[in-house]
T-cell receptor, first 114, second 113 residues
Framework: EAQVTQNPRYLITVTGKKLTVTCSQN?????MSWYRQDPGLGLRQIYY???????DKGDVPEGYKVSRKEKRNFPLILESPSPNQTSLYFC?????????????FGPGTRLTVL | AQSVTQLGSHVSVSEGALVLLRCNYS??????LFWYVQYPNQGLQLLLK??????LVKGINGFEAEFKKSETSFHLTKPSAHMSDAAEYFC???????????FGSGTRLQVQP
């Protein structure tokens, strides 16, 4: 089954404790992206990647890091999480990342930073 | 950059009634337009998308949306609501040169029995 998977689905942590949220897709997509969803704001893009070793900032990149060492994986790293990063995070992928390309979303990771 | 406005953060309809969820975008250049649905505790699922092939776009689960350039709108409709339609709906746009979807703030649809 074609899908985007994320782990963990739920995470509670404390301020300053480094964490990684994994994302994997099995559709051989070139493009992958991370979004965060906050009430009343919709989804906002954090980082994206057009291909292996090619990443770029989205609209809200502060406090996050990403890497793309393999085509299928795109982990999101919070090196020193803060309470304002409490949010619902979605990974997405599409075949090319071009306008009009359908993005497929993972199930989400709900992060709480105390 | 584009902006997307969804009028009404909450919409409540009776089962069997018409569903109308509103979406307006800001650009004078027609972008690509999407509607996604998010069921509780799930990710976003594509309902339909507009890519300039036809102004009336049919999607899954009986939903459709009409692109109106003169009104910069892409409203989502369904003739008869079902209880299973209760979810949050997001309108989104993508534009050439921008590697992200721009989302509206979402509309939560409640279906009353």
């Amino acid at each position: 089954e074609a899908q985007v998977t994320q782990n963990p689905r739920y995470l509670i942590t404390v301020t300053g404790k480094k964490l990684t949220v994994t994302c994997s897709q099995n559709m051989n997509h070139e493009y992958m992206s991370w979004y965060r969803q906050d009430p009343g704001l919709g989804l906002r893009q954090i980082y994206y990647s057009m291909n292996v070793e090619v990443t770029d900032k989205g609209d809200v990149p502060e406090g996050y890091k990403v890497s793309r060492k393999e085509k299928r994986n795109f982990p999101l790293i919070l090196e020193s999480p803060s309470p304002n990063q409490t949010s619902l995070y979605f990974c997405a992928s599409s075949s090319s990342g071009l306008a009009g390309d359908t993005q497929y979303f993972g199930p989400g990771t709900r992060l709480t930073v105390l | 950059a584009q902006s997307v406005t969804q009028l009404g953060s909450h919409v409540s309809v009776s089962e069997g009634a018409l569903v109308l969820l509103r979406c307006n975008y800001s650009s004078s250049v027609p972008p690509y337009l999407f509607w996604y649905v998010q069921y509780p505790n799930q990710g976003l699922q594509l309902l339909l998308k507009y890519t300039s092939a036809a102004t009336l776009v049919k999607g899954i689960n009986g939903f459709e949306a009409e692109f109106k350039k003169s009104e910069t709108s892409f409203h989502l409709t369904k003739p008869s609501a079902h209880m299973s339609d209760a979810a949050e709906y997001f309108c989104a746009v993508s534009e050439t040169g921008r590697r992200a979807l721009t989302f509206g703030s979402g509309t939560r649809l409640q279906v009353q029995p």
